[in-house]
């Protein structure tokens, strides 16, 4: 006899839900260029790219008349030409003195000046930014006359501080504008909660805002640094006498209308160089966040 629970139909299993497709593992990628593609382009760049800094380290090492491809037997006879003959020592000291006076007076003036721009609100501030940005459309070489003018007027002509002002104020519209975005990163909050703890308004920046600013401190210094280092313009025309002349105004003087001295020329370009190249391979990091922190507000 099939009694009534016999006939009850068994319920169907629950279908179990499907699995979620696997994600790819990190850095996976189906449709990824071949590596020959990016290493050989990124190798031909690169090639065209040393071969100048090989060309001068070959003339700077290389004896004077050798053609060879190969830096030997290896001379530094033209550094010790440059360093102590054409007085290389003492444009070194003088870009160096140049650089640095440049690179402090240039932050101090731009930290102040970006602070007023990233926190008050004046009736003139549009028209003052629209002024800085609209400077940066004026060529160096249109400002020598009247500042050659002023500094006659001042008595500041043959001065290292005739280069140091000139290079400063060429700099400062862009380092103002790249400091004051920075800043604008940096919370308002902050300062105020310094204040609430009974920090005045310059002790808040100092002990609050200015540790934040180390990345963009170092991008607007190191840029300033390295155009005064390089700018050859202001000291030609401002600086007269030879002891006060900087490298790249030496490096004219290895030139001459009827010959030019390569190996001369190559060792005091390479002296010109080595120190840019180590100060950005020690600030690369920082010099690219203030750049990008700098460059993302406005």
């Known amino acids: 006899m099939i009694t009534k629970e016999a006939t009850k139909v068994a319920p169907a299993p629950a279908r179990r839900p499907a699995d979620p497709p696997r994600p790819l593992k990190a850095g996976r990628n189906w449709d990824e260029v071949p590596r020959w593609q990016i290493y050989l382009p990124l190798s031909i760049y690169l090639v065209f790219t040393l071969i100048p800094f090989y060309w001068i380290l070959l003339f700077a090492l290389r004896p004077a008349g050798s053609t060879s491809l190969v830096p030997w037997p290896m001379t530094f006879d033209h550094f010790e030409k440059v360093w102590t003959e054409r007085q290389f020592g003492t444009y070194f000291e003088n870009s160096v003195l140049v650089g640095v006076a440049t690179l402090l007076m240039t932050t101090l003036v731009a930290l102040a000046g970006g602070y007023a721009l ?169 010099l690219i966040t203030g750049f990008s922190a700098g460059a993302v507000k406005g």
Not at 171 to 200: R, T
Request: hydrophobic share 60%; proline share 5%.
């Open 118 to 286: 990233a926190r008050f609100n004046f009736k003139v501030k549009r028209a003052f930014m629209l002024a800085l940005l609209c400077s940066q459309f004026v060529p160096g070489a249109l400002l020598l006359v009247p500042l050659f003018e002023i500094f006659a007027e001042l008595q500041m002509i043959n001065s290292l501080g005739s280069v140091i002002l000139a290079e400063t104020v060429f700099q400062l519209p862009l380092s103002m504008i790249l400091i004051s975005n920075f800043i604008k990163n940096v919370p308002y909050s902050l300062e105020e909660a310094a204040w609430v703890d009974g920090c005045n308004r310059m002790t808040s920046f100092r002990i609050v805002v200015l540790p934040l600013l180390r990345p963009g401190l170092i991008a607007v210094g190191s840029f300033a640094f390295v155009h005064s280092w390089n700018h050859f313009l202001f000291a030609l025309m401002f600086l007269n006498n030879q002891d006060k002349q900087t490298i790249p105004v030496g490096l004219n003087t290895l030139m001459s209308a009827d010959s030019v001295d390569l190996g001369a020329l190559a060792a005091g370009g390479i002296i010109a160089a080595v120190p840019v190249v180590i100060v950005f391979a020690f600030i690369q990091k920082w």
